[in-house]
């Protein structure tokens, strides 16, 4: 199975679990419990499709010491097909007969990446639904994901949702999921014509490539065209997440037309710092791959 296939396949499964299992509140329990006791450690490690998000990415190129441009190349794969509008890179698991996480190793106790774990890793056994505009009036709900082979639903731990989600350190991913869940579901996005590949390039710099986006801002025309205070320049040097706030602001700005950023200029339009940047942000950031069919 291709991995555009095994991502398709994993997304009709979860929507079958959310259609079938119990819905649950934050304050409803569930006996779970995972540790390296379990006869299972570590095998739910493998042949695994982990989607990252802009703020996995950003914990764990830091967590290795790498720019978020290496750790795409060297930790990730990019299925990008017809039925998605964003791209969403994956972690690249093994070539080993388990096809193992890079970050799995038994011998050192397991996740090495722990602290930095992305935020799917964190999450299981929960998944979540948040309803669309469409379902109006409909609460988000957790609910249970039973993997094959996974024993911890036999342990007697119980815990409640809500404290899963403090003990598991979901709290930030989930502020950083809603941010950038707000800039995907954008109205621009939903309204017009998909992001053409230059847009897409620069929404990809945004959120995934912040250490291009960061060279973007400091190396080509960007000071001179927007307004940016010295205060927040040494911020945005120095601090993966404002730069990523900022990003997001910029990208609201340059690809949704929206004015969230002051244009040193005033008599320049908007539209013709949009397109500048845009071509400047060609330059700067790294390739998408176009979608497949
Ligand atoms: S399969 Fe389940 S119990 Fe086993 S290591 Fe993974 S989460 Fe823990
Ligand atoms: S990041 Fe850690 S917890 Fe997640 S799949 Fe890899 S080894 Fe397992």
Redesign the pocket.
Known sequence: MSDEEAVKARARFEQQVIDEAPRLKREDSFAFGCHPGVACF?D???D?N?VLTPYDVLR?KNRLGMSSEEFLEQHTILPFSKEQRLPAPL?RMGENDQK??????LDAG?????ED??W???MYPLGYAKPGEAQAGEEAFWFLMEEKGCVGFQEKTTQTVGEWITGQGIEDYDEWGEKYRQLAVDDYLSKESELNPQQMQMFFMGTYELDSFRRFVFESSFLDRFAVSEDEQVRLKDDDEALMEFAFRFLRFSLFGKPTMTIQDATIQDATIQDATIQDATINGSAVPERTK
């Open positions: 570590g739910c490690c493998g695994v982990i764990l972690i193992s996480c890079p970050f799995l190793n397991g996740c090495t990446v722990y774990r992305p799917a890793c964190r």
